[in-house]
């Protein structure tokens, strides 16, 4: 059974920026497909970043490329999102994700495993 934390959250300024981190157990986190996805109020989860365990690849949801960086160390069983020029509307809770298998080019869909989410809140 896998298990995922996060942490790395909270307040900061329009314009700022945070790392949030997940560290892996209970795993092969060498063979996931590593994501990052976010859930604001009264809205559904959305897809936010994703590096596969193979290249690896990296891909974004258009509303953070160029602001938002994902990484991974497969030593560490740890991944990371750097967020950068971080805006209002960024205000989530973040989750970390890993999916396991087969898996499309450019597939935002979840993958079983979840960690607790981290609150992120951008303040103007």
């Known amino acids: 059974q896998v298990q995922l934390v996060e942490s790395g959250g909270g307040l900061v300024q329009a314009g700022g920026s945070l790392r949030l981190s997940c560290v892996a157990s209970?795993?092969?986190?060498?063979?996931?497909?590593m994501g990052w996805f976010r859930q604001a109020p009264g809205k559904e989860r959305e897809f936010v970043a994703r590096?596969?365990?193979?290249?690896?690849?990296?891909y974004y949801d258009d509303s953070v490329k160029g602001r938002f960086t994902i990484s991974r160390d497969n030593a560490k069983n740890t991944v990371w999102l750097q967020m950068n020029s971080l805006k209002i509307e960024d205000t989530a809770v973040y989750y970390c994700?890993?999916?396991?298998?087969?898996?499309?080019?450019?597939?935002?869909?979840?993958?079983?495993?979840w960690g607790q989410g981290t609150q992120v809140t951008v303040s103007s």
């Open positions: 994700n890993a999916r396991f298998g087969m898996i499309a080019v450019l597939d935002t869909r979840p993958g079983d495993y």
């Open positions: 209970g795993g092969t986190f060498s063979n996931a497909h």
């Open positions: 590096i596969t365990w193979n290249g690896p690849i990296k």
